[in-house]
């Protein structure tokens, strides 16, 4: 197990419901059996607010603490191109990492056989703010 996935899946800030939010997604990996719950509030295409919680493995919940952070206070249209880059990254395309720093400490080849638990918050995200 990776120490540094288990210190971001410990950040746990965002980790909340959000009673008002404006947008929602629930998705279950199927091979697996996470779950993750993405609540946002949106304004003007901006997230001003974005909450997670979830039944998931701490890569799952390491990416989408990750996500909650970079996500805050961004516009939705980035938050999409971040989302696609994701799935990009697990199919061979290693230059977002130049592009999305943060993301670094979980978007490693080694954890390639995790992808799904990774991409599972992305996908949630991407559901909501699909362009």
Not at 26 to 39: A, M, S, T, V
Not at 71 to 83: A, T
Not at 84 to 100: A, L, P, Y
């Amino acid at each position: 197990m990776d120490l540094e996935i288990i210190k971001i899946a410990e950040d746990t800030k965002n980790n909340k419901d959000i009673k008002n939010h404006t947008h929602f997604s629930r998705l279950k990996n199927h091979l697996c059996g996470d779950e993750i719950q993405i609540k946002l509030i949106i304004k003007k295409d901006t997230i001003v607010e974005f909450g997670y919680e979830g039944k998931s493995c701490v890569y799952c919940l390491a990416a989408a603490s990750l996500l909650s952070k970079v996500s805050i206070n961004k516009k939705v249209i980035k938050i999409n191109e971040l989302c696609d880059d994701s799935k990009s990254f697990f199919e061979g395309n290693s230059k977002i990492i130049d592009k999305w720093k943060i993301m670094k400490k979980l978007f490693k080849e080694k954890n390639q056989s995790r992808k799904e638990c990774i991409l599972l918050p992305f996908k949630a995200v991407k559901k909501i703010i699909s362009l």
